[in-house]
């Protein structure tokens, strides 16, 4: 009797334990995918074409190229990085900011 109490006691142990490592993996991917999620339908700055970059407003192809010209010298950390390029300001990355990603970057 003693030993099947101390088997159920380990057992419903171990299933608490694994319940709450269920929860805890489940929270994780959630809040993973929650940046893929947010990130879906943008434009990555990072690896886009010059013919996806000139779909975007206020790009046209000599900026879109030199966008991919700057991000080849450093790629892009945060959007607000975009104003490393030339003719692209605060007002631009602004207007950008919920059309664009820099990745998992």
Do not use: C, Y
Not at 53 to 61: E, M, Q, R, V
Not at 62 to 83: M, N, Q
């Amino acid at each position: 009797m003693n030993m099947e109490n101390t088997r159920s006691g380990r057992a419903r142990r171990l299933a608490r334990v694994l319940t709450q490592a269920t929860v805890a993996v489940a929270m994780v991917l959630a809040l993973a995918g929650s940046g893929a999620a947010a990130d879906a339908g943008k434009i990555n700055v990072n690896s886009a074409s010059v013919e996806e970059l000139t779909s975007l407003p206020g790009i046209g192809p000599s900026k879109a190229a030199a966008i991919v010209a700057e991000r080849e010298k450093k790629p892009f950390a945060s959007v607000a990085d975009l104003e490393r390029v030339r003719g692209i300001g605060v007002k631009t990355v602004e207007d950008l900011q919920d059309k664009v990603t820099v990745g998992g970057r």
